[in-house]
């Protein structure tokens, strides 16, 4: 009924950066709060940063200052600017929020399906 798709991903150096993109569709009535979190090889995953339907943010400590979260509530999309990226920075993006769908009438918390980042030194 409603998906996400993140893009964005790729290769990149220590100190550059990357723009990830998140769309919603499908039978949506509303979205409530998108994030993103991501999940590096052998570790567990972590909330990288969310963003409540008025705009409101939180990140984690180690992305205050270089990532930034925003949103477009007219595409249903969320995105990720991610800039002086790091090795540690190196995992799978997956982004998620909370739907309001139209029919029928429910809440759902959907995931997209991820999208890599790698950060080589």
């Known amino acids: 009924q409603v998906q996400l798709v993140e893009s964005g991903g790729g290769l990149v150096q220590a100190g550059g950066s990357l723009r990830l993109s998140c769309a919603a569709s499908?039978?949506?009535?509303?979205?409530?709060?998108m994030g993103w979190h991501r999940q590096a090889p052998g570790k567990q995953r972590e909330s990288v940063a969310t963003?409540?339907?008025?705009?409101?943010?939180n990140y984690a400590d180690s992305v205050k200052g270089r990532f930034t979260i925003s949103r477009d509530n007219a595409k249903n999309t969320v995105y990720l600017q991610m800039n002086s990226l790091k090795p540690e920075d190196t995992a799978v993006y997956l982004c998620?929020?909370?739907?309001?769908?139209?029919?029928?009438?429910?809440?759902?918390?959907?995931w997209g399906q991820g999208t890599l980042v790698t950060v080589s030194s």
């Open positions: 998620n929020s909370g739907v309001w769908t139209i029919t029928p009438y429910r809440y759902l918390e959907v």
């Open positions: 963003i409540t339907s008025g705009g409101s943010t």
């Open positions: 499908g039978s949506i009535r509303s979205i409530s709060a």
